[in-house]
């Protein structure tokens, strides 16, 4: 005869058991993978190469903005007579910073440019402008600049009015510009307000004068 094989309620038990287990066991490492999974991949990167080094934020520089006052003077004690002179000679400036620039001019009076010349437009300044006793420009007429304030190594130049406003000793002018990295550069005058038969000599060519130094740290 043939006999039919049948499971025991106590085996059964044995079974709903070990399928609890094995359950139990899948939802923990379920559990564990989304936890991994929310950390991101540092979680596994640390179990696998040990850890890592968390990223870092620069700051990043702004650039400063600083005031310069400067004057142009003539006949001043101790000064060669009639010649002009940027007062001081001698500019200190943060290095990539804007910098403004008053400068007061007392020595007024046309010493006019050739026509051609590039001296007459203001290059190199914030908008590409000068201000003059509050009044904007971006060139002068060849004939109705005084001086000029050139630093050619910053391709900077603002060609300065000789005509003050009316019965003011000095002309006010205004303007901004980037300094860029340090370094030492030359400021100077390029229009003839020297001596000699061209306005080229003296004054014009004298550190101290109309030559100056401006160092950028």
């Known amino acids: 005869m043939f006999q039919t094989s049948s499971t025991t309620p106590l ?3 044995k079974q709903q058991k070990s399928s609890l287990a094995f359950v139990s066991v899948g939802l923990v490492l379920g559990i564990i993978f989304c936890v991994a999974l929310t950390s991101g991949v540092y979680f596994t990167l640390v179990t696998a190469f040990g850890r890592m080094t968390p990223p870092v934020a620069h700051a990043v520089q702004i650039a400063r903005h600083v005031q310069l006052n400067l004057n142009i003077v003539i006949n001043q004690p101790g000064m060669q007579k009639d010649w002009p002179a940027y007062a001081p000679s001698r500019l ?38 000068a201000s003059a006793d509050g009044k904007a420009y971006s060139s002068l007429a060849p004939e109705k600049v005084a001086h000029t304030f050139t630093i050619s190594q910053l391709n900077v130049n603002v060609p300065l009015p000789g005509d003050g406003a ?21 400021f100077q005058c390029f229009d003839p307000c020297g001596s000699g038969s061209a306005g080229l000599m003296g004054a014009m060519m004298t550190k101290g004068y109309m030559v100056g130094t401006l160092t950028v740290q």
């Open 166 to 186: 009316k019965g003011a000793s000095y002309d006010t002018i205004t303007f901004t510009f980037h300094t860029g990295k340090a370094g030492t550069y030359t």
């Open 92 to 129: 200190v400036v943060p290095a990539n910073s804007l910098v403004t620039v008053t400068l007061r001019d007392y020595d007024l009076g046309d010493t006019p440019l050739p026509n051609n010349s590039p001296f007459t437009r203001v290059q190199g300044t914030v908008d590409g402008a």
């Open 11 to 13: 085996h059964e038990g």
